[in-house]
């Protein structure tokens, strides 16, 4: 193989600055390549965000925070875990047993002992996260500085929900969690009348409740119709109390609107699907308490690399 010299990789270098082409470092993707806008940084915040440093415990201004909202990158601004995850550890850093989908990295710490999680967006340090220490039934903590953090209340953070029924919920929340936009899914249970209902008494069908799928979702990036489109086209809206070889009032197909705004959008929907002849079997109910199911029944065809049995996507309004 001939020899590649010194000069030889000036010239070639050269030329693709004067073509203005830019070769990107290995493993980089056009994803990862986009330019993210960084906010300034105080110098204890660069100390954290770009150091890795850690800030002294039971010192930081979320520690003890208890607000309904989203947990945003200081650095910028990306949004990385809702209020609903974040719980009381007394390890003197905020804690949070899950991050919104895709926001939150992780790689092995540089002393080879712990796992960092820096923000997806930008790479700032926020902690390191735990895993085992049975603080709730996700038994992982992510043990974040306060410096790397904002908020926004819930009134500001724009986040909204969605809630469907169609069948078996691991299915449904498999294939919901593939729409970007969606920022957090929870399988459970809804429209019934025992309170904290367990799988095994849904499954009675004596509890009224149908197994359902709670989407968190932002507006700015997937609206509430393009969710609902996707919810009839992944599973058989024309099947009563059924879904495939599940057969129960729990697996009942249902839309439980949370106002009228997305009840209009299911009315709509259910009319065209209508109009194009086929016998539609969906209930619209209005959204009532939603209880989270039991930690093995959430993320389950993640965990599990399996496929959904009795759910895939097909064209229905085209």
Same mark, same amino acid.
């Given at each position: ?105 992780? *790689?092995?710490?540089? !002393?080879?002992? /712990? ?5 997806? #967006? ?5 902690? @390191?996260? %735990? ?82 799928? *709670?989407?968190?979702? !932002?507006?700015? /990036? ?5 969710? #609902? ?5 992944? @599973?058989? %809206? ?81």
């Amino acid at each position: 193989m001939k020899r590649i010299t010194a000069s030889t990789v000036v010239f070639l270098s050269l030329i693709v600055i004067a073509l203005g082409l830019i070769v990107p470092v290995s493993g980089q993707t056009e994803e990862s390549s986009k330019t993210v806008k960084k906010k300034p940084l105080s110098e204890k915040e660069a100390y954290v965000i770009l150091h890795k440093g850690t800030e002294a415990p039971f010192t930081g201004k979320f520690n003890n925070h208890q607000v309904k909202g989203v947990y945003t990158c200081r650095q910028c601004g990306a949004r990385l875990y809702t209020s609903d995850s974040k719980f009381k550890s007394n390890c003197g850093w905020p804690s949070f047993d899950d991050e919104i989908k895709g926001a939150v990295k992780r *790689q092995p710490d540089a !002393d080879g002992r /712990r796992i960092e999680i820096v923000c997806a #967006a930008c790479d700032g340090h926020l902690g @390191h996260v %735990f895993m085992g220490e049975r603080f709730t039934e996700k038994n992982t903590r992510h043990c974040v500085n306060s410096i790397s953090l904002e908020f926004l209340p819930a009134d500001k953070a724009g986040l909204e929900e969605a809630v469907f029924a169609g069948g078996c919920f691991w299915g449904v929340e498999y294939l919901f969690q593939q729409i970007p936009g969606v920022a957090k899914t929870s399988v459970g249970y809804t429209g019934g009348t025992t309170r904290r209902p367990t799988y095994k008494q849904v499954c009675t069908g004596r509890t009224g409740h149908a197994e359902a799928l *709670q989407v968190v979702y !932002d507006p700015d /990036r997937v609206n509430y119709e393009t969710l #609902a489109r996707r919810f009839f086209e992944i @599973h058989d %809206f024309t099947q009563l109390n059924r879904q495939g070889p599940d057969i129960g009032t729990q697996y009942r197909s249902a839309v439980f609107y949370k106002d009228e705004a997305q009840k209009a959008v299911a009315e709509k929907l259910i009319k065209l699907l209508t109009d194009k002849g086929f016998k539609v079997q969906t209930a619209l109910e209005q959204a009532d308490k939603f209880w989270d199911a039991e930690t093995y029944h959430q993320d389950y065809y993640l965990k599990t690399g399996k496929q959904p049995y009795c759910h895939a996507p097909k064209k229905v309004f085209d």
